[in-house]
């Protein structure tokens, strides 16, 4: 029996071939934070990418500054009604436990590590890396992430194919090697040699990748946490960061169990966030996974120094670590993103932490916890994108899509968010509040960064 002929028979298809190489110019909806605050929404909107990949112009498709009138209909990429964004970008997630996300539901911090965490991780050696970064990678990029902040093993080889393997993806990463030396995976190394190796590793590692490809891949010194790592170990790590202009990065304050954990190993401390205080590792170029439980001091401290909060609302509820008050934080002028934190959370969508977010902040403020105004969904959007930037200290380089910037962006299709069909909205704000909240795996069609394609998202619809 023959095939039944589609609807659109005798027609030229009209999925748009996506450019894979700058320079090109886009032409689609756009939605994007703004550098100076607020954002901006085009319902036709003209996107150029020069030949280095950077931004050279964004605005509405027929204006007079457009220059539209001179193109060739070969020269622009139609992709109405797709919504073109920047790329998302993700402040924590771990590259080796990936293959155990949405697993251990209902264990706490300390009982899921030691089940479902440190195994994978004790066997993510080259091999492994080499055949697991790059799926990671294109799963990363499939969920709109174009920029990520990564934890590897303690391996450095499988750091090593983890970084190769970013090269020739593409996606923008800063990786560390994870440090610990109160928990350690090599039995055949002595004590005394674990913080002299790991440093060494580290410093290897950061001399070979640090700003290579023009900054698009960076390292950061990466000590697990306090649990895991000695103050000599807390402390040269930070050095190391410090002396390399490298990024440094720990997790904090993410569990009541560990919090007591941290209190009776650092029992001269004033609290959690003084003990990476002690240790010099406060700072514009750190950036600290959870802090979920601060005090009113740590919190200070916290936004003197200039240090920066991955906030991962959806691990923080998978693993019952709590809520975090983040009105509160906000409102003392803490910088803010959002991560992902695969696999403490069980999916790599930044859309995902948006929503989560938004439902936990619901929830603290029905609880009692808090009567601050709550982030609305472009509040969030900016979270997940340019402030992410910022607090990688990138907010001149991506986050957002202005002129100068390098062309991290996002091509994604809103109709896939609509419940039924006739119901597609053309409001920001309520197309927003969709994406947010009634996000589709496959809504992420493209992905670029600096003008190059992306391996991952699914690909223009027909
Ligand atoms: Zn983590």
């Given at each position: 029996m023959p095939a039944e002929a589609p609807a659109s028979i005798g027609a030229v298809s009209t999925a748009p071939s996506l450019p894979a190489t700058p320079p090109f110019t886009l032409r689609a909806r756009l939605l994007t934070p703004l550098q100076a605050g607020g954002q901006a929404y085009l319902d036709d909107a003209r996107i150029d990418v020069d030949a280095t990949g950077r931004l050279s112009g964004v605005s509405p498709f027929a204006s007079p500054g457009g220059d539209a009138s001179t193109d060739t209909p070969a020269a622009v990429v139609d992709l109405r009604p797709l919504v073109v964004m920047p790329g998302l970008v993700d402040l924590h997630a771990h590259l080796p436990q990936l293959p155990n996300?949405?697993?251990?539901?209902?264990?706490d911090l300390l009982s899921w590590l030691g089940r479902y965490i440190f195994p994978l991780e004790r066997s993510f050696d080259d091999a492994t890396a080499e055949r697991l970064a790059p799926a990671a990678y294109r799963a990363f990029a499939a969920a709109g992430t174009t920029t990520v902040l990564l934890y590897g093993a303690v391996y450095e080889p499988s750091l090593e194919a983890a970084f190769r393997a970013a090269e020739a993806h593409g996606i923008r990463v800063i990786i560390g090697m994870v440090m610990m030396d109160r928990i350690r995976y090599d039995e055949t190394l002595p004590d005394a040699a674990v913080l002299e190796a790991s440093l060494r590793q580290s410093a290897d590692l950061c001399s070979r990748w640090h700003m290579r490809d023009g900054g698009r891949l960076r390292y950061a010194v990466t000590p697990r946490f306090a649990v895991s790592c000695s103050a000599e170990m807390l402390r040269e790590s930070a050095a190391l960061a410090a002396d390399t202009g490298a990024y440094w990065q720990t997790h904090l304050s993410e569990d009541r169990g560990e919090i007591a954990e941290v209190a009776r190993l650092f029992p001269d401390a004033l609290d959690y966030t003084d003990v990476y205080d002690r240790a010099g590792g406060?700072?514009?170029r750190s950036i600290l996974a959870h802090a979920v439980h601060l005090s009113d001091r740590e919190l200070a401290r916290l936004v003197e120094t200039g240090s920066r909060v991955a906030h991962c609302p959806e691990s923080n509820l998978f693993l019952a670590s709590g809520i975090m008050p983040l009105a509160r934080y906000l409102e003392a002028g803490l910088i803010v993103g959002l991560g992902s934190d695969v696999a403490g959370g069980p999916d790599v969508s930044i859309f995902r932490q948006m929503r989560v977010g938004a439902q936990g902040q619901s929830t603290w403020r029905v609880m009692g916890g808090d009567d601050r105004p709550a982030l609305d969904p472009f509040g969030w959007l900016r979270m997940g994108t340019l402030e992410g930037a910022r607090a990688l200290g990138l907010d001149a380089v991506t986050g957002s899509l202005e002129v100068g910037k390098e062309a991290d962006l996002i091509a994604l299709d809103p109709s896939m968010t609509s419940p039924v069909d006739g119901s597609d909205v053309q409001d920001p704000d309520e197309l927003m509040s969709r994406l947010i909240f009634r996000t589709h795996p496959d809504m992420v069609r493209a992905a670029w960064v600096r003008g190059r394609l992306l391996d991952g998202p699914a690909g223009a619809v027909a």
């Open positions: 996300a949405g697993l251990g539901a209902g264990l406060l700072g514009p």
